[in-house]
């Protein structure tokens, strides 16, 4: 018989729903929210705030688009954490009374396996792509995280390599905010980092142990480097926008692509991946594929719908921990911090 799975993602700041059977898309309603855009950052008490006002609206449309009703539903799942505590507890409180109402399991996902498990969502555009196979690496590249990690089967996941401080995405965000620019920075810089000069400016990398990565020194110096220049020339950033963009990109992709390729040849595993909101990156997208050919490997990039924070993703967990009957009791709580 075919499973139905309703999902609800509220980590940070983006309020989705939907819905999946048997793997299959049906609905992805995704509600972002411009209240942090000149904070530089996500504020957590509007971003629990917003989730409030969105999550019911959102979880409706997520019906309506899919033309399925509620009493079809075999299970609820939502993400349990990482994130942030006030955000998630909008979606793990929605979780648990739709649970109740319906009188069917509820199923805590972790947020960071799920970008993970997004490249095996079925939908129509995804034809002929083939999902990865095991065991298969994915370098996790999002605002609040960084990893590395093999994947043996769909909830055997092993990390071997992160962050010792900031993440990818917040080196593109925190740098972006140093120039002004608002938040997210980080597609902004991707695009005015294709019309700019990726040599203009050297920034120094960072060395750091085994498979772990470092971003907040790169961070300073960038701040450094703008401060020093600004006191020479005050239009110092406007005059070379798009060279500091593609500079400070390629320094991010390449300490990235460095570590997933020492990960690659220390695992012997061909099958690469890349999941979360950096993986929407053009120059990263272009550096695996380079990569790829270089070094042999079967690359995997989900769509960009499915790169950022989504629902489909905590789904698609939820239908794969739904089959080995893993569901959580009524009593759980959300983490702001959460292993798997
Ligand atoms: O996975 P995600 O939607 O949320 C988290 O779980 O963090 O990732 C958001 C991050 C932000 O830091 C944003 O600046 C970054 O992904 N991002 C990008 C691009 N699109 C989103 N960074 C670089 N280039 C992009 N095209
Ligand atoms: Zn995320």
Redesign the pocket.
Known sequence: MAVTILGIESS?DDTSAAILRDGHLYSNVISGQDVHRNYGGVVPELASRAHQQHIIPVVDQAFQQAGILKEEIDAVAFTQGPGLLGSLMVGSSFAKSFSLSQAIPLIGVNHLQA?ILAHFIKDPEKQGRDTPRFPFLCLLV???HTQLTVVRDHLDMEIIGETIDDAA??A??KCGKIMDLPY????I??KKAQLGNPHAFEFTRPKIEELNYSFSGLKTAFLYFLRDQVKQDKDFISNNFNDLCASLQYTIIDILMDKLIQAAQQTGIREVGIA???S??SGLKDAIHQAAQKHNWKVHIPRFEYT??NAAMIAMTGYYKYLNEDFSGIDVVPQARFKY
């Open positions: 940070c970008h999002s605002g609040g995405g917040e593109f965000d997210p920075a980080g597609p810089i991707d979360g909101g950096v929407a990156n950022m924070d």
